[in-house]
């Protein structure tokens, strides 16, 4: 990811989160988690309080705008964001190994 460029920032104190959309350019479609930690260093942040909306690209562009949240402690982003299919299973696995 070489530069970026910050198309929308707002502050949303109910969720307590910034809500952003930037634009990157890369040579290749940026992957979710280089994109959060990107985003984390360049907003100072850490990366698990940084959740992905979107990424979009253009066929034979290499700019990608990018659409995400970035919230003030991983528990608001816990609180508020819905969990992948993939984090749900994930949970479900370790409150069956407590059990056992």
Do not use: C, W
């Not at 929308?8 to 109910?14: A, V």
């Not at 040579?27 to 992905?52: C, G």
């Not at 562009?61 to 970035?70: D, G, L």
């Amino acid at each position: 990811m070489k530069n970026m460029k910050t198309l929308k920032q707002r502050e949303n104190p109910l969720f307590n989160r910034k809500e952003i959309e930037i634009i990157i350019e890369a040579n290749i479609a940026p992957k979710m988690k280089d994109t959060e930690e990107f985003i984390a260093k360049e907003f100072s942040s850490h990366a698990d309080n940084v959740k992905i909306k979107k990424i979009k690209g253009r066929f034979g562009s290499n700019n990608f705008i990018i659409t995400a949240n970035i919230y003030h402690s991983k528990e608001d982003k816990d609180k508020i964001e819905p969990k992948s299919k993939k984090e749900k299973k994930a949970t479900e696995n370790k409150t069956e190994e407590k059990k056992e």
